[in-house]
């Protein structure tokens, strides 16, 4: 019989106390999300997102190789000199595409929870060569 995850407690527990992780919530059919369950499985992941603040999908069909390439890039772009990385930065940006920040802000966090991100547009091929950094092409 399948755990009642019905609030954020018996979620919390199922998955971090109890140890069945995120693979035990993909194991109690969050797997189906292209399927007629898909309204239920989408509002499952969003609460999760929600009260535990992270999920993971698993047997998506992207291969590991680009997954590799994509983590790569982005050690390749954050690895830079300071000076490389703020011609990106959020406002100032000569490229439309591009924008380099971060999302700390020490008058709004309770807790030194923050990330650092580049966001790159993607359109064509040829304006992702025109606009995007050399580490990120």
């Given at each position: 019989m399948a755990p009642i995850l019905d609030d954020k407690s018996s979620?919390?527990?199922?998955?971090?106390?109890?140890?069945?992780?995120?693979?035990?919530?993909?194991?109690?059919?969050?797997?189906?999300?292209?399927?007629?369950?898909?309204?239920?499985?989408?509002?499952?992941?969003?609460?999760?997102?929600?009260?535990?603040?992270f999920f993971q999908v698993v047997n998506h069909s992207v291969p590991i190789e680009l997954l590799e390439n994509l983590k790569d890039t982005a050690h390749s772009f954050f690895g830079q000199a300071l000076e490389k990385k703020v011609v990106y930065r959020k406002g100032a940006s000569p490229s439309p595409l591009v924008k380099y920040g971060t999302s700390f802000v020490p008058e709004k966090e309770k807790a030194l929870e923050w990330k650092d991100y580049i966001s790159m547009t993607y359109t064509t091929d040829a304006e992702a060569l025109q606009h995007w950094p050399v580490e990120c092409k």
């Open positions: 979620l919390f527990n199922f998955v971090v106390q109890d140890g069945y992780g995120v693979k035990g919530m993909v194991d109690l059919g969050l797997s189906t999300l292209d399927g007629p369950e898909h309204d239920r499985v989408a509002k499952e992941i969003a609460r999760a997102a929600e009260t535990l603040g």
